[in-house]
C-alpha cells in the first residue's frame, strides 16, 4: 500500500487510499511488541509538556505502573501567546529517550516545524501531529516520506472529510502508519474547552479503515470529566487514548487543569480494563 | 423542594434549585414501578410519530420483549416545512393509551401548544419538551404547574447554563420532577445531523441532581451510528436512553434514517444490559 | 398569493411561496403611510422592554425627532432565567398605543404565546416573532391567519433554509405581509453575543421576494459596535433596521449593555441619511 | 515599537504590542507609494492561484485599471485533497514579479512553509499568512525576522483574542509591519462557505491600531454576494480588501465559483469609490 498506483490523481477534494472501500482490513501498527488495531486498546499517557527529566521519569513509572503502554510528552511547545511556555525542545526529546530507556515504554512526541522532522523522528517511536497542523500540508508531506507511525489529530474545526484529506496526504506520499485521533472540536458550548465528538469514533470505523483514537483531556479540557469520556470513547469503540497525567497538575507548566495525577489515573486503568472486557478489547499490561 | 423558598429572586441568568449545591442527592422520580435515578437505567424506545394503531402497538410489543421500559411516540409533529408529516395530533394520543393499556409500558410523548398542555397531560405518564421548545417559556411555566414527570431536551444550541436556567422554570413553578435528556447540540459538522455532546452528561452530573437521558437517535441522525453512542452515554453515566425504533424504518414517516429495526434495538439492548454490570446500574426487564 | 393552490403538499423539507421563483418582484408591505420595499428604508426604534409609560413616551419622540419610523417595545420578556424582569404584560402594550397615540409612530412588538397573538395583534402594527420562536409552528400557524404584518427574527442557529421554511409557514397560513430580520447567529465567538451574519442579506434577496431588516443590537450585543453594523447593513442591501435605544441604557431593565442613548442614535441617522444617498434609498422623515 | 522592552514575558494567553492600549495612534504601513493606514483604502485583487504568465498578466492589467492598488496570486497552493492543483511554486512568484514590473503594482503572495520565506520574501511586497496558518507559530517566528509587511489572515475557528495573541508573534519578533484580514469563520451555516463575521472589523478597531482588511471572496464563498459585502465591510470600517478576480472563473484552477469576472470587478469599485466619499476614504486610482 502507499499511494503507488493512483490513477486519479485530479481528483478534486477526495481521498482514496484510507477508505474502507480501498481497503476493507483495519490496518495494524506495529510498534516494538505492541500492536495497534482494533483487538488490542492502548493508553498513551504523560504530562502535556516534558518540564524536566524528573517530571517525565517519575510520570512514566507512574504510568506504566497503572497499565499505560505509551509515554507522551511535548519538547516544542509554542503557544497561542508568545509570553506562554514554549517548551524545552531537544533537550524534552533527550529526557523523553531516557524515560523510554529505564521504563522501556515507547515515546510519543509532537513536531511542529517541517525543519525539526528529523530530529523528532529521530527520538520519537509515534509522530504526533497537533490538531493546528492537521492541514500543514508541507508537514504532512515531510512526515509522509518517514516510515515511522504518526498520530493525526483532527483539527478544531475540521469535517471527518477534511480530516481524512490529510490522512490521505500521508498515506499517499508512502506512510501507511497512521492513527487517527479525535480531541474535541470548538462549538458554541464554553463550559468544555472543546466538544468532545465521540460519534466521529463509530463515524471513521465506517470510513476507514486506521485506528482511532481519542484525547478526552483536550477533549474536554476539566480533569473530572476525563474518566467518563475516556470510558465512553471506549464504548464507542475508539482503538486507544491519549491522556495527560502530571504528577503535580496544580504546578503544570501547561494544561495543568485537564491533568489526571497518577493515583486518577490508575483508577481510571482498572475501570477501562472492566470495561474493556465487555468491549472484547485486549489491554496488555508490561512488567 | 419546588420553590417555595427563594430568597433571591431577582438575580440575574441564574439558576439555584436544579443545582447540586441546593440539593446535594439525586432526584428520584418514580412513573409506577419504574424509578429513574442513578441506580436504575432506563430506555424509552418506539417511533418518531405515532402513525397507525397497528405501527404504534407493533412497536411497543418489540420495545417491550427487548427490555425497554418506557413507549415513546410523537402525535403532534409540525416540522421545519409545512409541506412535511404533521402528526395524528389526539387520535396518536389515544393510540398510545392504548398501547400502554396492551403493553403495561408507561408512555411518554411531546407537547408543543400551551393549550394542549392538560390533553396530553391526560395520556401521557412522561411529557416531552422538545429541542425547540426548551425555551419556549410560557409551555415551561404551564407544564411547571402539573405534578407531571417531564423530559427536556436540550435545545440545539443551548449552553448547560441555558438548560439547566430552563429546568429552573420547571422547578420554580412547583414540578421538581424533571429529567435532561442530551440530544445533540448544532456545529459545523455536518456528516452527523447534530453533534452528540456526550461530556454534558458527566459535567451535569457535577452541576445539577436531575436524572440525565441521551438521544443517541436525534443526536447522529444515523442508525449505524446509534448503537456506538447509546453505549458511549452509558459509560459516560448517562440515566437512561431515548431511543428511534420502528418497525419500518425505511418507511416511516419522519426521521425513518435514523431509526433502529426491533431486531437491532434487541441486539443493542443486550450490549447495554452487558455493559450494564459494569457500570453498576440495574435494568429492569418487565414480564 | 398565499398557499391556495398548492400542488405538492407533501414534498418534504421545502419551500415555494417565499421564493423569488414564486414571485419575481419584491413584497411591498404598507403600515399606514409607510411602504416597506427595496425603495424606503425604514428603521424601528426603541428600548428592549417596555418599563414605565414615561420611559417609551420620552424614547418614541426622541427616535422620532432622530428619523425612526416605527416604534419598538417588548411587553412579554420571559428571559433565560426566572428570575429576570418578566416584562409589564398588557399594560406595556398599552403605553405602547399611548406612544403611538401621541407620536404617529406604529408599534412593533412581540408576541410569544399563542393565547395572546389576538391582544398583540389588537395593539400592534407588526408582529414580532422573536428567534426562539422562529420554528414555534403553533404561534406561526395562529399569526398566519392575521393579515398584519410579521417581523420574522431567524432562530439563533437557523439555517437560511429553515428560516425560510418558517416564513413560508405565515405565506401557506394566508399572510403574505412578512419582514425577515437577520439578529445573528449563535458561533463559538464570544467577543459579541453574537455574529451578525450579513451576508445573509444579499443571500435572502437573491432566494426570496420578502424584505430583509437587520437587528444590529441583538446582532453585536455591544453599543460600540451598533452604529458600523447598522451602516453595514445598510451597505449590503438591507431594507431596514431594528435597533435598541433606551434614554439611559445603564438602567435599563434588559440588554442595557447593547443599547443606544438618543443622542448617539440621531448621530447614526445621520450617517445613514447620508449613506442612503449613495446606496439608492428613500429614508422618510416624519414631521 | 516591536517588543524590545517587554516587561512581562512570563504573562500566560495574552498581547500586549498590538493593543490599543500600547499603542493610540494607528498603525501606517508604506508600501512604495501606498501608505496603508485608515485615511486611504485599498483594493487588493487577483486571482487565487497564479496559472500562467499570460494568466496573471491579463488580471493585473485588469485590475489596475479598474482602480486596484495591490496585486494578488497565490503561487504555492496545497490543498484540502492531494489529488487538488497545487500550484506553480517558484514559476509563480517570478509570473507575479513580471506583472508588477510591467504594470506597476506591488504583489501579495503567501508563503505556508517556513523553507521558502526568504523565496517569497524576495519577490512578494507583502507576504501574506493564510487562514489555515494563523497559529502555525514557527512561521510567524521567521516572518517577525523581516521588516516587510504581512498580511495575518483570520484562522477559521480563531477568536479575536487568538487572532491578536498570533499578530503579537510578529510585533514581539520585530515586525510591526501587520495587517489583519477577516475572511469569515466556519458556522453551522452551509448556505456560504464561511460565515464573514464583520463585526470583527469595528471589534478590531477598538481593540488594535493594526490595519483591517476584509476578504469578501473567501467569507462568502459566492461571486454574487461579493460586491454588496465588500461595500458592508467598507460601511463597518474596514481598511481595504482583498478580491479575487480571475479573467475566466468558470476556468479558474480553484475557487472560481467565488472569484469576480474584470468587468464586474470594474463595477464594484465603482460603487466603492462613491461609498468612499461618505465614509472620508481616499481611493487613489493609479495612472
Redesign the interface.
Known amino acids: 500500500m502507499g499511494g503507488l498506483n ?1 490513477d ?9 487510499l484510507v477508505s474502507r472501500e480501498y481497503q476493507r482490513q483495519d490496518t495494524q501498527i506495529a510498534i516494538k511488541e505492541n500492536i495497534i488495531d482494533s483487538n488490542q486498546f492502548h493508553v498513551i499517557a504523560g504530562p502535556c509538556a516534558v518540564e524536566s527529566k524528573e517530571q517525565i521519569l517519575e510520570t512514566a513509572w507512574a504510568v506504566k505502573e497503572a497499565g499505560a503502554t505509551f509515554l507522551r510528552g511535548g519538547a516544542f511547545k ?7 511556555f514554549q517548551g524545552l525542545g531537544e533537550e524534552g526529546l533527550k529526557y523523553l529517550a531516557e524515560a523510554r530507556e529505564e521504563t522501556g515504554l515507547p515515546v510519543v512526541t509532537e513536531v ?4 525539526d522532522v528529523e530530529l523528532v523522528a529521530f527520538y520519537a517511536d509515534i509522530i504526533q501531529v497537533g490538531a ?2 492537521m ?4 508537514l504532512l ?1 515531510e512526515i509522509s516520506q518517514l516510515g515511522k507511525p504518526v498520530i493525526l489529530k483532527r483539527g ?2 475540521a ?4 480530516w481524512l ?2 490522512a ?2 500521508l498515506l ?2 508512502g506512510n501507511p502508519n497512521v492513527i487517527l485521533c479525535e480531541r474535541g ?8 474547552r472543546n ?5 466521529a ?3 471513521l470505523k ?1 470510513l476507514t479503515h486506521l485506528p482511532v483514537f481519542v484525547d478526552p483531556s483536550h ?2 479540557g ?1 480533569r ?2 476525563v474518566a ?2 475516556a ?7 475508539a482503538d486507544g487514548l491519549i491522556i495527560e497525567v502530571h504528577p503535580n497538575p496544580e504546578k503544570a507548566c501547561s494544561d495543568g487543569r485537564q491533568s489526571l495525577n497518577p493515583k486518577d489515573f490508575a483508577l481510571l486503568m482498572q475501570d477501562l480494563r ?2 474493556a ?2 468491549m472484547a478489547r485486549e489491554m496488555v499490561q508490561k512488567e
Chains 1, 2, 3, 4 share one sequence.
Open positions: 493512483m486519479n490523481k485530479t481528483e478534486q477534494e477526495s481521498y482514496k509554542p503557544r497561542s501567546s508568545p509570553y506562554s511542529m516545524d517541517v525543519r493546528r497542523n492541514q500543514n500540508f508541507f508531506k478544531q474545526c469535517t471527518l472529510k477534511e484529506m490529510a490521505e496526504y499517499y506520499g472540536i470548538r462549538t458554541f458550548e464554553n463550559y468544555t466538544t468532545l465528538d465521540l460519534s469514533v463509530p463515524a465506517d477533549g474536554t476539566k473530572e470529566l467518563p469520556m470510558k465512553a470513547a471506549m464504548a464507542a469503540g472492566r470495561l472486557q465487555v
